[in-house]
């Protein structure tokens, strides 16, 4: 079970976009809309912000969105905030009846 | 309100064995989905474990298939994870997490066991 490939960091300006990546194969990303994406403040357990590729769930702002174009899926964060800065993880769930991980990726608000 | 309290974590020795805990309030415990999720110091996410909502099926993640198992008791909410023959890699926060069916994505955390396994 191979991490699903994101970027490091990405960064942005209070009131930009900032999208993240998230690439898997035909095996995971490529094969479901189980595709999740969580928010990791430093310190603090995960929270899911879109699942199902780019459902949002209760309480969690419209700005994130999230979509998905072959074995790629994307996390969009549109007016930046302060508050955004954390660490994000995608997720899939696989063919191999198994969930897999993208390898985090860290937003930073300029 | 959801809440997810894991117990149990701690050092141990490597080879030797710990069971973690996590009791469950404020949801349908015994119709969800229970998953177990690790995170190393300063490294990424690690999905570990699922077990259904009946406990009929359960699933694990390559690193621990075969020393690892999932059990959960619904007439106490809770889930479990008794983990054996550990290695100083297993050493992580251990995550409970809820998921509404077995692909589902995971809704609900609790705040994290640490475990650190010495060599």
């Known amino acids: 079970q191979s991490a699903l490939t994101q970027p490091p960091s990405v960064s942005g300006s209070p009131g930009q976009s900032v999208t993240i990546s998230c690439t898997g194969t035909s095996s995971d990303v490529g094969s479901t809309n189980r595709v999740a994406w969580y928010q990791q403040s430093s310190g603090t357990a995960p929270k899911l912000v879109i699942y199902?590729?780019?459902s949002r769930p209760s309480g969690v702002p419209d700005r994130f969105s999230g979509s998905k174009s072959g074995n790629t899926a994307s996390l969009t964060i549109s007016g930046l905030q302060a508050e955004d800065a954390a660490d994000y993880y995608c997720?899939?769930?696989?063919?191999?009846?198994?969930?897999?991980f993208g390898t985090g990726t860290k937003v930073t608000v300029l | 309100q959801v809440q997810l309290v894991e117990s149990g974590g701690g050092v141990v020795q490597s080879g030797r064995s710990l069971r973690l805990s996590c009791a469950a309030s404020?949801?349908?415990?015994?119709?969800?989905?229970m998953h177990w999720v690790r995170q190393a110091p300063g490294k990424g996410l690690e999905w570990v474990a699922f077990?259904?909502?009946?406990?009929?099926?359960?699933f694990y993640g390559d690193s621990v298939k075969g020393r690892f198992t999932i059990s959960r008791d619904n007439s106490e909410n809770t889930l479990y994870v008794q983990m054996d023959s550990l290695r100083p890699a297993d050493s992580a926060v251990y995550y409970c997490v809820s998921g509404l069916t077995e692909d589902s994505a995971f809704d609900h955390w609790g705040q994290g066991a640490l475990v650190t396994v010495s060599s």
């Open positions: 199902e590729v780019g």
């Open positions: 997720s899939s769930y696989s063919t191999r009846r198994a969930h897999v």
């Open positions: 077990i259904s909502y009946d406990g009929n099926k359960r």
């Open positions: 404020g949801f349908a415990f015994g119709t969800y989905a």
